[in-house]
């Protein structure tokens, strides 16, 4: 349609609402009386449909349409009488039909069915030049009993007409074409194949396995389909195209065995018709199982987050929240929140003398709410649309930034300058709200916010379950409530640090300056923290003995104590002697060439216990394709696969390298295990393709491959797990 055409009949729908009321009941009638319209059944095979058109007013004929809302009767087409020529403006020459209008329409009876259910569509306008929207109308015609002897004109209509017009819809097994396919052992593979012009609806889809002793169907979802306000259904989704999802077993014996699948469906042609529900029935043949686990009824024999969507599926709201609060406290013990620790300690102490105890907790407040909003937010994103906006929140230039903003933070604390807005906006919020005083409590909500995205990108299990759940039901209002109290619980340390931080934090005098510099100092250990994301390990290392022989230089490390010296002097100067020798130590590493600030003479006479601590050694893969081949090449050598995605950028992975995979017993556990690594740091089109492909947020996530090449999807570990832990899920695995 010529796009002035679309924009006129936004003018008409705009109209009808604006427009045309304003003009006033006595100046133009409603349409349901300018074009008052009967249907009525002449016959088994002719409906006539009577428009009474009021003085000044005039019907379009190609704005009629005429539809049968069910497949056992067709509509055929309308023989319209002669009308008036009309010249409009938008459509041209058309014709038009003014008064009295009757309209014969053959229909052909299927089954010899007694009722028709149609839908008159039509668009007229006022001689005035105002012109109403396209209107429906819906009738249900009794109709009469089939006649003994058929007229031969009616017939004569049947076969030219409406038999053109059966066939011009595709029988059902066209329109939708169903098929069914095995997997794996487990799992079953289902898809239609939807002729264009047809659609399918979501709610009408349903299977049951026949002939299948010890087979039953798992929990499975079907993806999100397109809204459509359906006038016998209400509000429903659709599926055009195509359609398709997996569907999980359950497995009660291990033999192979034929099991007979029945798809139950229903859908419409985009014209109007519908079909009758319908269903298909098609033989699978299931493989011997090499292992009964993934699907089985127990929970306890479930992927972590696979028990987490389950609950979200199954249980109530108050019991799933309730839950996800205490996922997030649990969360909150992890070092994933530790760096968020010294920002918000930071923002109390640079109030100085001025803080209160209320004042601390509502800057605690302010900041955990903002994260926990963060959270839900770019969750929900995430999980709609498949982006993990965290990873993206790692990209160089956004950690420069937001490191170099620690250090500006940092300076302030050690008195350089002042960060305060100007005096006139200071008054202006001081007026308006004196808990709003110099707008700290917009900054603490600014600061949570950032630090939700750049600070800690964790992805842990509850994180993950949640998004999931998301991804899967489109249910953004249970998945984000689910992912907002996860926020809050991990605010908690949070907000008990805001609580006491009034009574425990120093108001005035020296040791509030002293206070100040020593957060000043955290402040450059967190930008230098962030930078290790993006910079080389040498000068991360370099930057970290700078940050530790300078303080030490403050705390007078290398002047000489006086013989009356306070202890506090003497435990500075302790302090400060700790720190001057570490940072000496980490400079003789950064010469030989070392990167890890915790072992900074590494390579210095390497003994045996040395070597024990070394981690895993992983195999780097980049894309699906090397991935695929490589756990290929295990199974052809009886080897199983773990498979690790990782980036720097990630806490907890971190953690998972310098302590789980340094464990001896770790290691020993694995051994003879291929070993492989996805390093998503980048956050590439590759690495997003290999998260897309498992139905991955992000990282820490480990994956295992078996030597039928499939994944053990309800081994799946997400998140931080400790060496103990780690061992007891490997030993899950091999049992």
Same mark, same amino acid.
């Given at each position: 349609m010529p796009f002035f055409k679309i924009a006129y009949f936004c003018f008409l729908s705009l109209l009808s609402s604006s427009t045309i009321a304003a003009l006033g009941a006595d100046e133009i009638l409603p349409p349901d009386q300018a074009f008052k319209v009967t249907a009525k059944a002449l016959s088994n095979?002719? /409906?006539?449909?009577?428009?009474?058109?009021?003085? %000044?007013?005039? =019907?379009?004929?190609?704005?009629?349409?005429?539809?049968?809302?069910?497949?056992?009767?067709?509509?055929?087409?309308?023989?319209?009488?002669? %009308?008036?020529?009309?010249?409009?403006?938008?459509?041209?020459?058309?014709?038009?039909?003014?008064?009295?209008?009757?309209?014969?329409?053959?229909?052909?009876?299927?089954?010899?069915?007694? +009722? =028709?259910?149609?839908?008159?569509?039509?668009?007229?306008?006022?001689?005035? %030049?105002?012109c109403y929207p396209p209107q429906k109308t819906t009738f249900e015609l009794k109709l009469p009993s089939p006649a003994v002897h058929a007229d031969p004109i009616k017939q004569l209509l049947k076969d030219s007409k409406l038999k053109t017009f059966e066939q011009e819809l595709l029988p059902?097994?066209?329109?939708?074409?169903?098929?069914? #396919?095995?997997?794996?052992?487990?799992?079953?593979h289902v898809n239609w194949h939807i002729a264009d012009g047809y659609y399918l609806y979501r709610e009408k889809i349903q299977f049951e396995l026949l002939n299948a002793d010890g087979v039953k169907l798992g929990s499975y979802v079907i993806p999100r389909g397109e809204p459509k306000q359906d006038e016998a259904f209400g509000l429903v989704e659709t599926f055009h195209i195509e359609l398709d999802f997996d569907l999980p077993v359950i497995r009660s014996g291990l033999s192979a065995q034929t099991i007979t699948l029945q798809a139950s469906y229903q859908g419409c042609a985009d014209r109007g018709v519908c079909y009758p529900p319908m269903s298909k029935k098609l033989d699978l043949a299931l493989p011997i199982a090499q292992q009964i686990q993934a699907q089985q009824a127990d929970t306890q024999e479930l992927s972590e987050q696979d028990q987490i969507v389950r609950s979200l599926h199954n249980d109530s709201l108050p019991s799933t929240l309730l839950s996800f609060f205490g996922f997030g406290f649990l969360l909150s013990l992890t070092p994933c929140i530790f760096p968020m620790i010294p920002i918000l300690s930071g923002i109390i102490v640079g109030h100085g003398n001025r803080i209160t105890t209320t004042r601390a907790f509502l800057l605690s407040l302010s900041y955990v709410f903002a994260s926990a909003l963060?959270?839900?937010?770019?969750?929900?994103?995430?999980?709609?649309?498949?982006?993990?906006?965290?990873?993206?929140?790692?990209?160089?230039?956004?950690?420069?930034?937001?490191? !170099?903003?620690?250090?500006?933070? +940092?300076?302030?604390?050690?008195g350089f300058y002042n960060l305060e807005l100007p005096k006139s906006f200071q008054a202006k919020l001081h007026n308006s709200s004196e808990k709003h005083r110099d707008g700290s409590l917009w900054g603490a909500a600014i600061m949570g916010a950032l630090s939700s995205l /750049?600070?800690?990108?964790?992805?842990?299990?509850? =994180? !993950?379950?949640? =998004?999931?759940?998301?991804?899967?039901?489109?249910?953004?209002?249970?998945?984000g409530s689910a992912l907002f109290v996860l926020g809050l619980g991990m605010g908690i340390p949070l907000l008990l640090l805001g609580a006491s931080a009034g009574k425990l934090l120093p108001k005035a005098g020296n040791w509030l300056n002293s206070t100040k510099a020593v957060f000043g100092v955290i402040m450059l250990a967190v930008a230098v923290w962030m930078l290790s994301r993006i910079l080389p390990g040498n000068i991360i290392m370099l930057l970290w003995a700078m940050l530790l022989i300078m303080?030490?230089?403050?705390?007078?490390? /290398?002047?000489?104590? $006086?013989? $009356? +010296? +306070?202890?506090?002097?003497?435990?500075?100067?302790?302090l400060g002697l700790m720190m001057l020798a570490y940072g000496l130590i980490l400079l003789i590493g950064f010469s030989l060439g070392n990167s890890n600030p915790l072992k900074p003479l590494q390579g210095l006479g390497l003994s045996s216990a040395q070597a024990a601590e070394t981690g895993l050694v992983f195999e780097r893969v980049d894309s699906i394709a090397t991935l695929e081949a490589r756990i290929q090449k295990a199974a052809d050598h009886h080897q199983s696969v773990m498979l690790d995605f990782y980036a720097d950028w990630c806490i907890s992975c971190k953690e998972m390298e310098a302590y789980t995979f340094a464990d001896p017993h770790v290691k020993q556990a694995l051994r003879g295990v291929v070993l492989l690594q996805v390093d998503?740091?980048?956050? #590439?089109?590759?690495?997003?393709a290999l998260l897309a492909k498992y139905k991955l947020i992000g990282p820490p996530a480990i994956l295992f491959f078996g030597l039928d090449r499939l994944e053990k999807t309800a081994n799946r570990i997400i998140g931080y797990q400790d060496a103990e832990t780690f061992i007891k899920s490997l030993q899950h695995i091999k049992s």
């Open positions: 095979d002719q /409906i006539e449909i009577t428009f009474d058109i009021a003085e %000044g007013y005039y =019907l379009y004929r190609d704005k009629m349409r005429f539809e049968s809302k069910t497949l056992q009767v067709l509509v055929g087409d309308p023989i319209f009488p002669s %009308g008036e020529t009309h010249h409009d403006e938008n459509f041209g020459d058309v014709i038009i039909y003014r008064n009295i209008l009757t309209i014969p329409v053959p229909i052909n009876l299927e089954n010899g069915e007694s +009722s =028709l259910p149609l839908l008159v569509k039509y668009q007229g306008c006022a001689d005035r %030049g105002i059902p097994d066209q329109a939708f074409q169903f098929f069914a #396919s095995v997997k794996d052992e487990q799992t079953l963060t959270y839900t937010l770019f969750g929900i994103l995430a999980a709609l649309f498949g982006s993990n906006l965290q990873a993206a929140f790692q990209q160089p230039w956004i950690i420069a930034l937001f490191s !170099a903003i620690f250090v500006v933070l +940092s300076l302030s604390m050690f /750049i600070v800690g990108p964790c992805v842990a299990a509850p =994180l !993950a379950g949640a =998004l999931i759940y998301i991804g899967q039901t489109g249910d953004a209002i249970l998945g303080p030490a230089i403050y705390l007078n490390a /290398i002047d000489p104590l $006086h013989e $009356h +010296s +306070s202890g506090w002097k003497k435990l500075w100067k302790g998503v740091t980048k956050n #590439s089109d590759q690495d997003q």
